[in-house]
């Protein structure tokens, strides 16, 4: 099977990934198939002298079989999206851990809330492009944009989500390897897109646990 993609480590990226490629190979499949009758018809029906050119009106049988076909498909697809769509955009898991990510031109600001565990008091901490979380534990991120639209991606998270001035938007997701992992935005945002870029640290738990104390000692 060919694969692109990179690394998954997320929890939900199986079933992501499990429909691009379905996606990918239906679309590609027809894509040889419209490519080799084109090249068919090109050669069949090129000209040569003494042929005349006949009308005809078409296939009706043809064309209801290539109006279904493709409809079945798409209801297929969306039966099998339905469920991965709502797992992961209409449900978001029992966590203690959340993190606000401030879009701007050009930069991402990062924002935990500190041992109280609320936004806008004087322990919160605040990162730039920075964001550090454990493996194997669902990590709440509330999503907003000071200016333009952006978007937040991480390729290997398969998470992408845009990030809009006057809304909080809500997104989760749960790392399954340690690393590091670029944050690029994925929406051309302005002359600093290209450089809007930030990192997501994923700690093993007890590594995790050690960057928090050195931020909070009193904690």
Same mark, same amino acid.
């Given at each position: 099977?060919l694969?692109? @993609?990179?690394? /998954?480590?997320?929890?939900?990226g199986? *079933?992501?990934?499990f @429909?691009?490629y379905l996606?990918y190979?239906?679309t590609?499949?027809?894509f040889?198939?419209?490519?080799?009758?084109?090249?068919?018809?090109l050669?069949r029906y090129?000209?040569?002298?003494?042929?005349r050119?006949?009308?005809?009106h078409? /296939?009706t049988?043809?064309e209801i079989v290539?109006?279904i076909?493709?409809a @079945?498909?798409l209801?297929?697809l =969306?039966l099998? +999206?339905v469920?991965?769509w709502s797992?992961i955009?209409?449900?978001v !898991?029992?966590?203690?851990l959340q993190?606000r990510?401030?879009?701007?031109?050009f930069n $991402? %600001?990062?924002?935990? !809330?500190?041992p109280d565990?609320q936004?806008? =008091?004087?322990?919160?901490l605040?990162l730039? /492009?920075?964001?550090h979380?454990?493996v194997g534990? !669902?990590?709440?991120?509330?999503l907003?944009s000071r200016?333009?639209i952006h978007s937040?991606f &991480?390729?290997?998270l398969?998470?992408?989500q845009d990030?809009v001035?006057g809304r909080?938007i809500i997104e $989760?997701? %749960?790392?399954?390897k340690p690393?590091?992992? *670029?944050?690029?935005?994925?929406?051309l945002c302005?002359?600093?897109? +290209?450089?809007?870029k930030? $990192?997501?640290?994923a700690h093993?738990? *007890?590594?995790? %646990?050690?960057w &928090?104390? *050195?931020? $909070? !000692? +009193? +904690?």
């Amino acid at each position: 099977m060919l694969r692109w @993609l990179p690394e /998954n480590v997320s929890t939900y990226g199986q *079933e992501i990934d499990f @429909l691009f490629y379905l996606i990918y190979y239906i679309t590609g499949g027809i894509f040889v198939l419209v490519a080799a009758a084109m090249i068919v018809f090109l050669v069949r029906y090129r000209h040569r002298e003494g042929r005349r050119a006949t009308y005809t009106h078409g /296939n009706t049988t043809l064309e209801i079989v290539w109006t279904i076909v493709p409809a @079945l498909i798409l209801v297929v697809l =969306t039966l099998l +999206s339905v469920p991965t769509w709502s797992r992961i955009k209409s449900h978001v !898991p029992q966590t203690d851990l959340q993190i606000r990510v401030t879009a701007k031109q050009f930069n $991402w %600001e990062v924002t935990y !809330p500190g041992p109280d565990g609320q936004f806008g =008091t004087a322990d919160d901490l605040e990162l730039e /492009n920075e964001v550090h979380v454990p493996v194997g534990k !669902p990590v709440r991120v509330i999503l907003a944009s000071r200016d333009v639209i952006h978007s937040f991606f &991480v390729p290997q998270l398969r998470f992408k989500q845009d990030a809009v001035p006057g809304r909080d938007i809500i997104e $989760w997701f %749960e790392v399954t390897k340690p690393g590091r992992y *670029e944050i690029p935005c994925a929406e051309l945002c302005g002359f600093g897109h +290209s450089g809007m870029k930030g $990192w997501l640290y994923a700690h093993p738990p *007890e590594e995790y %646990e050690q960057w &928090v104390r *050195e931020r $909070w !000692p +009193s +904690s």
